[in-house]
Each structure stands twice: as C-alpha cells, then as structure tokens.
C-alpha cells in the first residue's frame, strides 16, 4: 500500500507571494491532517480534513486554508507569505471507524523557503 | 494550557544498551499517547501508541509505559541499533479529535 505522498517536496518562494502544497492520502484514508515543523516551535497542528469537511482547526492567522476533494486529496494555501513561514509542512493522513481516529501516518512533507 | 514535553533534548547510548526516553504531558483529559521517530529528511514515523486505559503496552524491540497518575509517558528501546539514530517525539490527543500535539523533540545518538 503506498504511503502519503505530498507535492512538491521542496519549494523556494519570495514575500507576498502565495503557495499550494497538496497531499495525497493512503487509499481509504479519509482524514487528512497538515502540520508545520520549524526548529523553534516543533511540530504544530494547522488544520484537519473530513470528509472535505474542516473539522478543526490549529491557531494559525486566517493566511493558512486548506481544502479536501471528494478523493480525499488535500491541499493547504499559504497567501501573503512570510519569512516567517519557511518550515517544513507536513501531512497526515488516518482511517476513521465509527468516530474513532486510528493512527496517522506522516507523508515526507514539503520544506517551504520564505526569501 | 495544554503541553506535551520532553525532559531531555539529546540522548546518546551505546549500540546494544536499552534507551529510555521520557515525556511529560499536563492535560489530564488526553486518552491516547504515541511515539513518533523522525529521520532526517523525513516525515514522522509511527512507532507505538498506547490509550489512557492501559499502563504498558509493548512492540518490536519497543514498550510504551503510560503513568497517569503523574502525567509521564516513556519509551524504551531494547538493545538499541545505529538504525534508531533519529529525534523522537511524543505526541498526545483527547477524544475523537484528530489534533495532537507534539513535544519538542529528543535526539537519540547511537554510539557504535
């Protein structure tokens, strides 16, 4: 079974400039959550997917979405980028059985650079 | 508010030794707890979990132990392996909600 997969792997933008990130889930996961990982804060939750539904949401200014198809893909969008943004972000996809979440599993990610 | 956090930030072992790497969490309400390794270059790897209503709970070569009464969540590694070299976090969430959230991160160095 292929793991989580997430395009593009690395990403160089400028300030103001916008980004999608996508993430491809392991086939039959339906929930997909995003991470950012800086060395200073570590590993901090963006936001989640269901059934493309947002079902909850990190502490990140509104610049931060994602969104969900029917397939279960996802994509976040970073608009008006900042230095501040360059990390590395991380997907995570898990199969929900009867309103219980089971394990995530982490794709590679995609290191962001903010110039 | 919530916290998950590690009491170390670098562990170095000899190859073969047993490691121990703890963590501390602050939410009382948490009922999952997992173990995450990370490699360089890599995203985080699933290593074993344990819900709150368990003490221990034991993998390959790996044993979970869960004190709820002090909020602390350790991991031990048996006869650790160059392979182990890596930054490992714990991570924890409450209830259906998919949110977890991370300690800082440990590095465990394997001397050969």
């Known amino acids: 079974k292929a793991g989580v997969t997430q395009t593009p792997r690395y990403l160089i933008k400028t300030r103001g400039q916008q980004v999608t990130l996508s993430c491809s889930p392991i086939?039959?996961?339906?929930?997909v959550s995003w991470y950012q990982q800086t060395p200073g804060q570590g590993l901090q939750f963006l936001f989640e997917?269901?059934?493309?539904?947002?079902?909850n949401k990190g502490n990140f200014p509104g610049r931060f979405s994602g969104r969900q198809f029917s397939n279960s893909r996802s994509e976040m969008n970073v608009s008006t980028l900042e230095l501040g943004d360059s990390a590395l972000y991380l997907c995570?996809?898990?199969?929900?059985?009867?309103?219980?979440?089971?394990?995530?599993?982490f794709g590679p990610g995609t290191r962001l650079t903010v110039l | 508010g919530e916290s998950v956090g590690l009491h170390l930030p670098t562990l170095s072992v000899q190859e073969g030794d047993n490691s121990i790497i703890n963590c501390a969490y602050s939410n009382s309400a948490s009922d999952y707890f997992i173990w995450y390794k990370q490699e360089s270059g890599k995203g985080p790897q699933f290593i074993i979990d344990i819900r709150s209503n368990m003490d221990k709970r034991q993998g390959q070569r790996v044993t979970v132990l869960l004190n709820k009464t002090v909020k602390h969540l350790s991991l031990q590694i048996a006869a650790t392996q160059p392979g182990d070299s890596a930054v490992y976090f714990c991570?924890?969430?409450?209830?259906?909600?998919?949110?977890?959230?991370f300690g800082k991160g440990i590095t465990l160095s394997v001397r050969p």
């Open positions: 997917y269901f059934s493309e539904t947002q079902r």
């Open positions: 086939s039959g996961h339906r929930s």
């Open positions: 991570a924890e969430k409450t209830g259906a909600n998919s949110k977890l959230t």
């Open positions: 995570a996809s898990s199969f929900r059985a009867g309103g219980v979440e089971n394990e995530q599993f």
